[in-house]
């Protein structure tokens, strides 16, 4: 069973605009909450992060909300850049470094 | 430059070839893992060692092997791939600290094609 689901396989943006990327959780035991971006032919790349405490976390253009209650966490990116286009992964954690990663999001913003 | 180095990048092999894929890591870090990733799965975890000596199963452990000798290494064995192992391989390693969350370091992956 998927414990860590992102609905959308992909999502298209333009650019200037803002991105919403979703995702979703079942095991309320998840205390910890990654986002992570993926260029092809590389490595994720670690791109922001909320503990369970919170609902809200900002870094620069990238915001991450966490809605305890729907087990939900979304992912804003405003305004969105060309450089931005990478597939999204998010995670989540229970004990220190024994991630679940979602499936990810393909984002392509457009000129 | 801190880094998580894959080797092979990329490997194309037959069923039954015993087969090693190095990690290496240079920030000393205590923790590393293996994933998986596959389409419409997301990455799935194999194995991870919280330090030297110290290794456990992940989520999909079967036809793997692991060992942590030393604190910078990691390699993967498949001791008798199958096609079904044909997959998108990373590393990753990350500083343990107490209460603390640290974002895991990937290498660029290794992509394995087993006929």
């Known amino acids: 069973d998927q414990q860590v689901k992102q609905n959308s396989p992909s999502l298209s943006v333009q650019e200037g605009r803002i991105s919403i990327l979703n995702c979703d959780y079942t095991?309320?035991?998840?205390?910890?909450f990654l986002w992570y971006k993926k260029y092809p032919a590389e490595g994720p790349t670690f791109l922001i992060s909320?503990?369970?405490?919170?609902d809200k976390n900002e870094d620069g253009r990238f915001t991450v909300f966490l809605n305890k209650s729907a087990k939900h966490l979304s992912l804003h990116i405003v305004p969105s850049q060309p450089g931005d286009s990478a597939v999204y992964f998010c995670?989540?954690?229970?004990?220190?470094?024994?991630?679940?990663f979602g499936q990810g999001t393909r984002l392509t913003i457009n000129p | 430059e801190a880094q998580v180095t894959q080797n092979p990048r990329y490997l194309i092999t037959v069923t039954g070839k015993k087969l090693t894929v190095t990690c290496s890591q240079n920030?000393?870090?205590?923790?590393m893992s293996w994933y998986r990733q596959d389409p419409g799965l997301g990455l799935r975890q194999i194995y991870y060692?919280?330090?030297?000596?110290?290794?456990d199963k992940g989520d999909v452990p079967e036809g793997y092997k692991v060992s942590r000798k030393e604190k910078r290494n990691f390699p993967l064995i498949l001791e008798s791939p199958s096609p079904n192992q044909t997959s998108l391989y990373f590393c990753?390693?990350?500083?343990?600290?107490?209460?603390?969350?640290?974002?895991?370091?990937f290498g660029d992956g290794t992509r394995l094609s087993i006929l």
């Open positions: 095991n309320s035991m998840f205390d910890y």
């Open positions: 990753a390693s990350s500083s343990l600290t107490e209460n603390s969350n640290q974002p895991q370091h």
């Open positions: 909320i503990s369970s405490i919170k």
């Open positions: 995670a989540a954690s229970v004990s220190p470094q024994k991630l679940v």
């Open positions: 060692s919280m330090n030297v000596e110290v290794t």
């Open positions: 920030m000393n870090h205590e923790y």
